[in-house]
């Protein structure tokens, strides 16, 4: 299985523009990458222990890793709904590219859910739990939520706010990156773009007159289904200073938010705004 | 089946006054609406005539009704995946409201697809055939459809743009609205917000400063999870010009896009841009 890993709180570092963010990792485009997974599918494993399909149950997986920012200080744990978890993608991956699982990506064995933000595929999985309620864990009750941006994280009740599960759509652009200097004449544009659980990327569209017009990327086709889609567009550019802005629309029409600062919350997580960059041609 | 019923163009109003949308009707607020359904579980059907499972097949419906705007002229048909019409909410529906069908609004049978665009609800139907591709009809294959800004709608290929399925992420506010004026001191503002297929609204935030704050809507229990949610908030406005904006977030932390100016798309579809009012506090 190709999938693409995201982490919910990629793309931060345009948050803490807004509004500081402490305590939490500055991430700017680099907390996303994707590689061939190999395993097995979870679903297998738990009909083999005998789970059946319930709309009101969720799987919960443990980990050995203690994390001193959580309250109080405990053992890293997740969940997903048990329908997620019955699908075909999720996986107990044990080979990262054709090779044993590297200790650092979660080896010996770790969940991966495409589709989900990054901390719900739990790395060095010690244990699954089928139960009635989402994990209890710091992780799942408290951290990985959408608050509204006046909640005080330091007071904020388990259970507030809105819990992270799928990805939104999303886009960034990889090259060039902000504040390069180009050259006048053709300029190659490439980056990705990313679906929301289930769904496809459609179009991306790319802007260089601040969104008064926009012109299609032309998009690769993903190595499968879970992974971001790569896409590219040529354009001429004058000397000067230059915003290029990406967008990305789903296989339902949807098209991502405009403004980073309308998303800032409390935790940073969820950036999806348009993709801008700041260059300066010569 | 309490389901809400919502046209793709519904809020087209709002894309008007960014470029005109020729032969399209105007519709403002009104292009959606709530009722109880009650009719037989398309899957029972489906089921009861053989069908079984397959992520590649279509289910297409034809009507009766003739229209003249298609190319050619033709009755009016459309279709949805096989997986979404095997779905417990689908339904083949004779009774609206506890009273038999309407004629107007599609009696004695109509198809009800709750979370689809309502073009998808197919009124009158008198066939469905179960088949490999898409609807072929003018109706699924040219119009609803997300077509790029530059698009012309008079030489556009049958296939292109992004066929509109799930409705998006959306709210409006129905009372107080655009225009009307409004006493100094507390004023209740009123709406519904909807989030796309197998979705929950999670959150609805008001604001009165343009954007700058945001205070969170009192929501409503929905009566399915296939219908709106209404919400309110009682907020205190002084003299003056004043606009509300409102914006709603999904289950997994996603949010409407910001600005229709943004949105505006040569059939006019899929206007889910944040809902914006102007008022005059006396």
Redesign the interface.
Same mark, same amino acid.
């Given at each position: 299985m190709v999938a693409t890993l995201a982490c919910a709180g990629n793309r931060r570092a345009e948050l803490l523009k807004v509004r500081p963010i402490p305590g939490k990792d500055p991430w700017e485009h680099g907390a996303i990458s994707t590689a061939e997974w190999t395993g097995a599918r979870l679903a297998d494993v738990l009909e083999g222990a005998g789970v059946h399909h319930d709309e009101n149950l969720h799987v919960a997986f443990a980990a050995p890793d203690v994390a001193p920012e959580a309250r109080p200080v405990q053992s890293y744990g997740s969940s997903i709904s048990l329908r997620k978890a019955l699908s075909a993608e999720v996986l107990l991956a044990w080979e990262m590219n054709g090779q044993p699982l590297p200790r650092v990506h979660g080896g010996p064995v770790r969940v991966v859910v495409p589709g989900y933000i990054g901390a719900r595929s739990v790395k060095w999985v010690t244990s699954m739990t089928v139960q009635a309620f989402p994990s209890q864990n710091y992780f799942q009750a408290l951290d990985y %939520?959408?608050l509204?941006?006046e909640a005080d994280v330091d007071t904020v009740a388990p259970g507030e706010g809105?819990?992270?599960?799928?990805l939104?759509?999303n886009c960034d652009i990889l090259t060039p990156t902000d504040g390069d200097r180009a050259a006048a004449g053709p300029l190659t544009i490439r980056g990705w773009a990313l679906a /929301?659980?289930g769904h496809d990327v #459609? %179009?991306v569209?790319v802007s260089v007159d601040q /969104?008064r017009? !926009?012109r299609?990327a032309t998009l690769e086709q993903p190595p499968s289904r879970w992974a971001w889609r790569m896409w590219s567009l040529t354009v001429d550019v004058d000397t000067g200073p230059l915003t290029v802005m990406a %967008?990305a !629309?789903d296989?339902? /029409? #949807?098209?991502?938010?405009?403004?980073t600062a309308?998303?800032w919350n409390p935790r940073g997580? /969820?950036n999806?705004a348009y993709a801008r960059i700041e260059l300066t041609v010569m």
């Amino acid at each position: 299985m190709v999938a693409t890993l995201a982490c919910a709180g990629n793309r931060r570092a345009e948050l803490l523009k807004v509004r500081p963010i402490p305590g939490k990792d500055p991430w700017e485009h680099g907390a996303i990458s994707t590689a061939e997974w190999t395993g097995a599918r979870l679903a297998d494993v738990l009909e083999g222990a005998g789970v059946h399909h319930d709309e009101n149950l969720h799987v919960a997986f443990a980990a050995p890793d203690v994390a001193p920012e959580a309250r109080p200080v405990q053992s890293y744990g997740s969940s997903i709904s048990l329908r997620k978890a019955l699908s075909a993608e999720v996986l107990l991956a044990w080979e990262m590219n054709g090779q044993p699982l590297p200790r650092v990506h979660g080896g010996p064995v770790r969940v991966v859910v495409p589709g989900y933000i990054g901390a719900r595929s739990v790395k060095w999985v010690t244990s699954m739990t089928v139960q009635a309620f989402p994990s209890q864990n710091y992780f799942q009750a408290l951290d990985y %939520r959408i608050l509204p941006p006046e909640a005080d994280v330091d007071t904020v009740a388990p259970g507030e706010g809105i819990p992270l599960s799928s990805l939104p759509l999303n886009c960034d652009i990889l090259t060039p990156t902000d504040g390069d200097r180009a050259a006048a004449g053709p300029l190659t544009i490439r980056g990705w773009a990313l679906a /929301g659980d289930g769904h496809d990327v #459609a %179009r991306v569209d790319v802007s260089v007159d601040q /969104g008064r017009t !926009w012109r299609q990327a032309t998009l690769e086709q993903p190595p499968s289904r879970w992974a971001w889609r790569m896409w590219s567009l040529t354009v001429d550019v004058d000397t000067g200073p230059l915003t290029v802005m990406a %967008r990305a !629309w789903d296989d339902t /029409g #949807a098209v991502q938010p405009e403004f980073t600062a309308s998303l800032w919350n409390p935790r940073g997580y /969820g950036n999806n705004a348009y993709a801008r960059i700041e260059l300066t041609v010569m």
